[in-house]
Nanobody, 119 residues
């Protein structure tokens, strides 16, 4: 079965850190750009970060720049999102997706992982 599986979400206090993982199952991540997105109820899905196939290009939403870092380990078939200095407004379901380039993340999606930032 071809799928992406996210993990690493949870409850964290403001200022804390989490590392999300996006692992590919049934296919190789090497050939895909991977994007992280988030969504809260009643709002549209928002792009958070994306990394190119080679890892040479990474982009971030203005709201997370300087706090989040995206990386990939193709040997482990996994992309990571390191989230530091978390804020309550980062609370959302986080999804990863795969596509040929960052502007076309539409080939595969994961089921999402909940991140809650609260004291």
């Amino acid at each position: 079965q071809l799928q992406l599986v996210e993990s690493g979400g949870g409850l964290v206090q403001p200022g804390g850190s989490l590392r999300l993982s996006c692992r590919a199952s049934g296919f190789t991540l090497d050939y895909y750009a991977i994007g992280w997105f988030r969504q809260v109820p009643g709002k549209e899905r928002e792009g958070v970060s994306c990394i190119s196939r080679s890892g040479g290009m990474r982009n971030y939403a203005a709201s997370v720049k300087g706090r989040f870092t995206i990386s990939r380990d193709n040997a482990k078939n996994t992309v990571y999102l390191q989230m530091n200095s978390l804020k309550p407004e980062d609370t959302a379901v986080y999804y990863c997706g795969a596509g040929d380039v960052c502007s076309r993340i539409n080939d595969y999606w994961g089921q999402g992982t909940q991140v809650t930032v609260s004291s």
